[in-house]
């Protein structure tokens, strides 16, 4: 399966983004999708997930109530709603799916500015 982030960009503080990850290739329903993201000289941190079904979703707890992820199975798209973003969230931000191999997106940059 092949994937393409799209949706990163330059906001202020308080902003909101949406974040898109579309698959080809294979259908999401195959498997389980989600993010993370890196920023500069820090490892890669888990954001959210949604199961195989579609019927569970994770996060981190620093991220509940900010951070919503959803899928589009008709459109085979992945996305990231993320509200009352900070400077920390600041991180190029790759989608995955996750089967018996794991495959990634190239990333998308997310700046927050103060």
């Known amino acids: 399966v092949q994937l393409q982030a799209s949706g990163g960009g330059l906001v202020q503080a308080g902003g909101s983004l949406r974040l898109s990850c579309a698959a080809s290739?294979?259908?999401?329903?195959?498997?389980?999708v989600g993010w993370f993201r890196q920023a500069p000289g820090k490892e890669r941190e888990f954001v959210a997930a949604?199961?195989?079904?579609?019927?569970?979703?994770h996060y981190p707890d620093s991220l509940k109530g900010r951070f919503t992820i959803s899928r589009d199975v008709a459109k085979n798209t992945l996305y990231l709603q993320m509200n009352s973003l900070k400077p920390e969230d600041t991180a190029v931000y790759y989608c995955?799916?996750?089967?018996?191999?794991?495959?990634w997106g190239q990333g998308t940059q997310v700046t927050v500015s103060s």
């Open positions: 995955y799916a996750k089967g018996g191999y794991t495959y």
């Open positions: 290739g294979q259908t999401f329903s195959n498997y389980a």
């Open positions: 949604i199961s195989r079904s579609g019927s569970s979703t």
